[in-house]
């Protein structure tokens, strides 16, 4: 699309597995297998799924901290994966990363104009010596931390604080996409909303595009323009944020959304969760055909034989894209929100 600022086709991250004497390689494990998608400039994508489905590797390889296996990455006209030297290093400033775990992601040997100001030591002409320390302390005051804390170390602020320190050694070099790793899935609950909310504050403020992947359906929601679900290194399921929560047509993704908590009982009794048996493949051993056939109440014979593509359903609205032989949709009554309040999404019994 004409206003896509990332465009990732086909990638692949596959991990040796070396054993022997030798040390041989006797096999891959499978952390991404053929993902494709795009990011529209000033848009949130969610990503979501099951623990090992992936996401924290595609991330990493949107950041180029991981070398794909194969496919391809466009960021605003530019092959990632075709630039070197100073080429990339240039290109890493309109892309940068907040990490999910604010306790590690800081040296704590650093003070935080240290850390934030980093940035600027490895982009000298992005902002002049002299006005850094200027600079850093109105980072602090744009992520809603005190100025005068610029000489404090990691260990003297909370967790939330913390990310938010992420966040301003983030946004330090006015990136195009901030990659946001689980950057709230080590905070509290209220914590979370606070810092969600301020995302979307720098969002309209600094027009930025986000990847957002996380585990919280609610949380995904309430941040995200489109949504992506993925599993065991596919992609699921991909639309938009009332299409996904609202219509999904990916067997895994209604699963996914019946688990969601709804503390109105009378709500909870009317749903029909789907539990999903069996443990999820191994992906260095992923099923033939459709990965999900193995624990899909959907799942025929021909699930465990053809790999469905990812296809446009007529149902959606936009571009709602699943990948499954049987792909329906189901209607919702009832989810929660980040800030912990229901809202009009839960399981009706009947599919729509």
């Known amino acids: ?5 990332l465009t990732a086709t086909d990638l692949v991250k596959h991990y040796p597995i070396r054993g022997g004497v030798l040390r041989r390689t006797v096999g891959h494990v499978k952390a991404v297998d053929g993902v494709s998608f795009e990011l529209r400039k000033g848009e949130t994508l969610g990503i979501v799924g099951e623990s090992g489905c992936g996401k924290s590797t595609l ?4 950041m180029r901290l ?5 496919g391809s990455l466009v960021f605003d006209g530019v092959d990632m994966y075709s630039q070197r030297g100073r080429a990339m290093r240039r290109l890493r400033r309109d892309i940068q990363i907040v990490f999910q775990d604010p306790y590690t992601s800081l040296n704590p040997r650093k003070t935080v104009g240290d850390i934030i100001g980093e940035p600027f030591d490895i982009h000298p002409d992005v902002v002049p010596k002299k ?3 200027r600079a850093v302390q109105d980072l602090l005051d744009k992520v ?6 610029i000489n404090r170390y990691p ?3 909370s967790g939330g604080q913390r990310q938010r320190i992420g966040i301003a050694r983030g946004i330090a070099l ?10 709230v899935s080590a905070l509290d609950v209220s914590v979370q909303a606070q810092v969600v909310n301020l995302m979307e504050q720098l969002q309209d403020d600094l027009g930025l595009s986000y990847v957002f992947i996380a585990h919280d359906l609610s949380v995904v929601r309430h941040i995200s323009d489109r949504v992506m679900v993925m599993y065991l290194g596919k992609v699921a399921e991909l639309g938009t944020e009332d299409e996904i929560y609202e219509r999904p047509t990916h067997p895994y993704t209604q699963a996914l959304l019946s688990a969601v908590p709804v503390p109105d009982p009378t709500l909870r009794d009317r749903r029909d969760q789907i539990v999903l048996q069996g443990d999820v493949p191994s992906p260095a051993n992923p099923p033939s055909g459709c990965r999900f056939h193995t624990r899909c109440f959907k799942a025929q014979e021909v699930c465990s034989v053809e790999e469905p593509a990812l296809t446009l359903r007529p149902d959606g609205v936009g ?5 499954c032989h049987f792909a329906a949709p189901r209607e919702v009554i009832a989810t929660v929100d980040v800030s912990g309040q229901q809202t009009d999404t839960a399981w009706s019994d009947e599919p729509s």
Request: negative net charge.
């Open 1 to 5: 699309m004409a206003d896509a600022i």
């Open 59 to 62: 991330g990493r390889l949107l």
């Open 66 to 70: 991981e070398e794909p296996t194969s």
């Open 131 to 133: 006005g850094r320390r």
């Open 144 to 149: 809603g931390l005190n100025p005068e804390h």
């Open 155 to 157: 260990h003297q602020f």
């Open 174 to 183: 006015n990136p195009k996409v901030l990659v946001c790793d689980e950057p």
């Open 319 to 323: 571009r709602h894209e699943s990948a």
